[in-house]
């Protein structure tokens, strides 16, 4: 087994399912002791399931008030002080601008950013007092560019890159990096749902390298930028898009 993460341990909210479960996997596999947070109750059995011993799954609602806070607790008690902080968590209402149903707007700003922050805050505070930490928001190529009736899911994007900005520049002294991912249509459960038929075909066609990204190439960007070798890369935002956004 690959050691690197041995030291480590590593939140990853999202982690029963797309993104968040195949980092949750990759540290795993790397050493890392994990705990996977999540809505989805199977949380628990996946986090179990991976190799290595210790890992837990707890079973939350990041957007209840404290969720955040009670987790990092828990993470303290149980597998002491985290290391690393994967913001994977993240839902994509889509909706045109002009029909976007408040409760919609808010839903997704309460999960893509609020959760988010409330997370690196808790887990941040924490890194801070070691002296060490890696925190790593997946943003998307929906922060930097447009996509139609995306309107509330590219505005909380394109907050997590400017909460990044901050958070790097008040924690670069403290030993904590804070970073961003964004890549573009990931092929997950939520990937998949939004970009179906035609409308992901016309869109991978757009993408220079012809494909969307897998859930492991995302995963491995995730597991550079929380090791040792990354301690220079802060307040980043990490496009992973097969050159969609260079276009
Ligand atoms: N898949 C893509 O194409 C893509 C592209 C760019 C960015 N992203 C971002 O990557 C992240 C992961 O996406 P994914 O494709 O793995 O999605 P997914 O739907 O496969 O997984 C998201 C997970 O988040 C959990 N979750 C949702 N709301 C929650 C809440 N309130 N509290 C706790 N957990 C909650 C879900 O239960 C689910 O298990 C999201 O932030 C998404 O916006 C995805």
Same mark, same amino acid.
């Given at each position: 087994?690959?050691?690197?993460?041995?030291?480590?341990?590593?939140?990853?909210?999202?982690?029963?399912?797309?993104?968040?479960?195949? @980092?949750?996997?990759?540290?795993?596999?790397?050493?890392?002791?994990? +705990?996977? @947070?999540?809505?989805?109750?199977? @949380?628990?059995?996946?986090?179990?399931?991976?190799?290595? =011993?210790?890992?837990?799954?707890? +079973?939350?609602?990041?957007?209840?008030?404290?969720?955040?806070?009670?987790?990092?607790?828990?993470?303290?008690?149980?597998?002491?002080?985290?290391?690393?902080?994967?913001?994977?968590?993240?839902?994509?209402?889509?909706?045109?601008?002009?029909? +976007?149903?408040?409760?919609?707007?808010?839903?997704?700003?309460?999960?893509?950013?609020?959760?988010?922050? #409330?997370?690196?805050?808790?887990?941040?505070?924490?890194?801070?007092?070691?002296? #060490?930490?890696?925190?790593?928001?997946?943003?998307?190529?929906?922060?930097?560019?447009?996509?139609?009736?995306?309107?509330? #899911?590219?505005?909380? =994007?394109?907050?997590? @890159?400017?909460?990044?900005?901050?958070?790097?520049?008040?924690?670069?002294?403290?030993?904590?990096?804070?970073?961003?991912?964004?890549?573009? +249509?990931?092929?997950?459960?939520?990937? =998949?749902?939004?970009?179906?038929?035609? =409308?992901?075909?016309?869109?991978?066609?757009?993408?220079?390298?012809?494909?969307?990204?897998?859930?492991?190439?995302?995963?491995?960007?995730?597991?550079?930028?929380?090791?040792?070798?990354?301690?220079?890369?802060?307040?980043?935002?990490?496009?992973?898009?097969?050159?969609?956004?260079?276009?």
């Amino acid at each position: 087994m690959d050691n690197s993460f041995s030291n480590d341990v590593a939140v990853v909210t999202g982690a029963a399912s797309g993104i968040g479960l195949t @980092v949750a996997r990759h540290f795993a596999e790397r050493g890392a002791l994990v +705990v996977g @947070v999540d809505l989805g109750e199977r @949380v628990t059995e996946l986090m179990a399931e991976l190799p290595g =011993k210790g890992h837990h799954g707890i +079973v939350q609602d990041l957007t209840a008030d404290g969720a955040a806070a009670d987790v990092i607790a828990e993470v303290v008690q149980t597998a002491g002080a985290p290391s690393i902080l994967v913001n994977s968590a993240g839902i994509a209402l889509l909706d045109p601008a002009v029909d +976007v149903p408040p409760a919609r707007w808010q839903a997704t700003i309460d999960v893509n950013l609020s959760a988010s922050f #409330y997370m690196a805050q808790a887990a941040g505070s924490v890194m801070l007092d070691e002296g #060490y930490g890696r925190i790593i928001s997946l943003a998307s190529q929906a922060a930097v560019i447009g996509l139609d009736q995306h309107a509330a #899911y590219c505005a909380s =994007k394109a907050a997590i @890159v400017g909460l990044t900005r901050v958070l790097s520049l008040e924690w670069a002294g403290g030993g904590v990096t804070v970073n961003a991912v964004s890549p573009t +249509v990931v092929e997950t459960p939520l990937g =998949k749902a939004a970009w179906a038929g035609e =409308k992901g075909e016309r869109a991978k066609a757009a993408i220079p390298a012809g494909r969307f990204a897998q859930p492991e190439e995302v995963a491995a960007l995730i597991g550079f930028l929380a090791g040792p070798d990354a301690a220079m890369i802060t307040g980043a935002n990490v496009l992973i898009d097969g050159g969609f956004t260079a276009v």
